[in-house]
């Protein structure tokens, strides 16, 4: 379990922006709305090329399917569009630093990817365009921003019980439903854990030989912190195979976003082992005493379950509404703890779940209250909570699920600040 925390010391740091380097760099903000994928792809794949190592960081799906160099694109433009002042972007710029501590990013990589990024600048504009003072400017903003990743990357290691990757074995493996499974993770060496914030993930890190290289996930943890194990609960993605009659992996499907949470369902088993990363993440329970309304759809409810378990069992007499969308009885997770937390809590855990698609053996106001989408104007007042001025929304699910809620929730009156969501993969919060 390691601890050490790799030193800046040796990378240029430049003074802040001069005016006229911001002048810069907003004017090739047209440049990268027209040319930023290009040159995100671009700047992937010499990178990558050059250092087949850093494949092990970065996801295999996320790579073929373009999703990583689209959202650097989105996140180049938006720094060069708010130069002037970087504060609509600090939000992002928080959920990123979480994310590359989860996969233990350091400092010396920052080298690697500016030089690699300006390089692909500079190709995809042109020399004769991209130099002299506008390369010099974007030189000293890449790495005015890298420094406000790297200093808040060690802000968050400095707070980790470790840093990088630690073995925990697989202690057991229990089917919640027909998509989702729990893995219940202890630490090989029988060290208690750290508590977390409620809402929190881990990065899950595994060998793939086929592939030639290590693929990590983030997995959002699904039960109360506590000094034992680690909880996850994984969605299995139908019509995506994993393993070949061999038993070896089959890498067809490599990219499709699932198939390393399927490769889990298929072959790890307990008392396997895990590399695992110490907990992040800025969605976590807030700390007041206001009452919390969690909507969730899909897998969604994982963080969701971990803020419910994390509530009753404190010694606390906050309110909690659970308001759940769900395909059908098959494929509802943790139906019975929700009900048996519901019960234990009478008035002050309140409970409200849509059925999109029952099945025949569905009974509705047994396994299910509402027929249909989860709609906010079919949704209880008493368990909406519209009415209390402090109440708090945490939304997570699919994305357009959380627009749709988001959307709702502010359309009622409630204000952004109150409005909590957990964004799965490389996208924005949705506003």
């Known amino acids: 379990m390691s601890r050490i925390i790799e030193s800046s010391e040796g990378l240029p740091r430049p003074p802040p922006l001069s005016p006229e380097q911001r002048k810069l760099i907003t004017a090739t903000v047209p440049i990268l709305a027209e040319h930023g994928l290009t040159i995100t792809t671009l700047f992937y794949k010499q990178m990558l090329d050059a250092h087949p190592e850093l494949r092990n960081v970065f996801s295999h799906s996320k790579q073929q399917l373009g999703h990583q160099a689209g959202a650097l694109a989105r996140a180049v433009y938006a720094y060069a569009a708010n130069i002037e002042d970087l504060s609509p972007i600090l939000p992002v710029v928080e959920r990123i630093a979480h994310k590359h501590t ?88 029988g060290k208690p854990l750290e508590p977390y914030r409620p809402g929190q993930y881990i990065s899950v890190q595994k060998l793939i030989p086929e592939l030639g290289f290590k693929q990590s996930r983030q997995y959002s ?19 995506v195979p994993v393993t070949a009659p061999a038993g070896t992996a089959d890498t067809t499907h490599a990219a499709h976003p699932g198939w390393l949470s399927n490769l889990l369902h298929a072959t790890v088993s307990e008392g396997d082992t895990l590399d695992v990363a110490f907990p992040f993440g800025e969605f976590f329970l807030d700390a007041s005493s206001a009452p919390v309304v969690l909507l969730s759809a899909g897998v969604g409810l994982t963080p969701l379950l971990a803020i419910l ?42 409970t409200h779940v849509f059925y999109s698609e029952p099945g025949a053996d569905a009974v509705e106001g047994r396994d299910f209250d509402s027929r249909g989408r989860l709609a906010l104007e079919r949704v209880p007042t008493d368990i909406l909570r519209l009415d209390v001025a402090d109440a708090q929304y945490y939304v997570c699910g699919p994305e357009g699920f959380m627009t749709d809620m988001i959307e709702g929730l502010k359309m009622r009156g409630i204000e952004s600040g109150r409005i909590h969501a957990e964004v799965f993969g490389a996208g924005a919060t949705p506003q």
């Open 221 to 239: 943890l699904s039960d109360a912190p506590n000094a034992e194990y680690f909880r996850i609960s994984v969605k299995r993605e139908p019509g």
């Open 102 to 189: 989860s996969v233990h990013i350091v400092p010396s990589q920052y080298a690697i990817v500016g030089k690699f990024l300006l390089e692909a600048i500079t190709q995809v504009i042109g020399a004769d365009v991209f130099k002299g003072d506008l390369y010099d400017a974007w030189g000293a903003a890449y790495w005015n921003l890298a420094h406000i990743f790297i200093d808040r990357e060690r802000e968050l290691y400095e707070a980790a019980q470790w840093t990088g990757w630690r073995p925990f074995i697989v202690a057991k493996k229990v089917k919640e439903s027909d998509e989702i499974t729990s893995f219940y993770l202890k630490p090989k060496d």
């Open 309 to 350: 378990n994390t509530l009753v069992k404190a010694d606390e007499r906050r309110e909690v509404s659970w308001v759940q969308s769900v395909r059908n009885e098959r494929v509802h997770a943790f139906a019975a703890h929700v009900r048996a937390v519901r019960e234990a809590h009478p008035g002050r855990v309140r």
